[in-house]
């Protein structure tokens, strides 16, 4: 997905154990999400960010954290990894009128296995 | 590829004839909707939105249709080709980051 990189593609990681996900743009958008997608879920959103150093909390954020120390990065972490964060993790780009954003720019996604 | 939905609503269509994916959305304060694409193994793309002051928007064989008295939205894919191959998710947004994202239909094409 041009503008957007996410790292790594896939991950196994043990119960327990810290993962950090990275998302990078190009296209200079002031906000970035993260994203979880589940098989009969529709794409739930974890944190966003509106700017440097500027994050909330999504509907699902719970074992997750998240830091914007520049624009063109979004960092995803799960401190300490559960069976249930098994998903498959997509980040997001928008440009928003202050109200309604103008669609989102997906990455290609990090399919996270933990075990 | 990563699995999207194991148990989604199916649409299987002949190679060259009219696709119809519908979706119900939830908000009726919602005030712009999207349709995406997602292929096996790679993210969502955006195909094309509608504002609520629209009825109906055509892009390059796709339209969408917004029928706001019943929280209903349509995309229409003329002369499916077996590109057109994917899942389908309709998008709803209110304002506020709050986007709602439907689960989904995955479109066959056959050859």
């Known amino acids: 997905d041009a503008g957007i990189t996410q790292s790594p593609r896939h991950k196994v990681t043990e119960t327990g154990t810290p993962v950090t996900l990275r998302c990078h743009q190009t296209?200079?958008?002031?906000?970035m999400y993260w994203y979880r997608q589940d098989p009969g879920h529709g794409l739930r959103l974890i944190h966003y960010?509106?700017?440097?150093?500027?994050?909330d909390k999504g509907e699902v954020s719970d074992g997750y954290s998240v830091s914007r120390s520049k624009t063109e990065d979004f960092l995803l972490t799960l401190e300490s990894a559960t069976s249930s964060q098994t998903s498959v993790y997509f980040c997001?780009?928008?440009?928003?009128?202050?109200?309604?954003?103008?669609?989102?720019?997906f990455g290609s996604g990090t399919r996270l296995t933990v075990v | 590829g990563e699995s999207v939905g194991l148990h989604l609503p199916t649409l299987s269509v002949q190679e060259g004839d009219n696709s119809i994916i519908n979706c119900a959305y939830s908000?009726?304060?919602?005030?712009?909707f999207i349709w995406y694409k997602q292929e096996s193994g790679k993210g969502p793309q955006f195909i094309i939105d509608i504002r609520s002051n629209m009825d109906k928007r055509q892009g390059q064989r796709v339209t969408v249709l917004l029928n706001k008295t019943v929280k209903h939205l349509s995309l229409q894919i003329a002369a499916t080709q077996p590109g057109d191959s994917a899942v389908y998710f309709c998008?709803?947004?209110?304002?506020?980051?709050?986007?709602?994202f439907g689960a989904g239909t995955r479109l066959f094409v056959k050859a």
């Open positions: 960010s509106y700017g440097v150093k500027d994050t």
């Open positions: 296209e200079n958008h002031r906000y």
């Open positions: 908000n009726s304060a919602s005030d712009y």
């Open positions: 997001a780009i928008s440009e928003s009128n202050g109200q309604t954003t103008y669609g989102y720019t």
């Open positions: 998008a709803e947004e209110g304002g506020g980051f709050k986007t709602i």
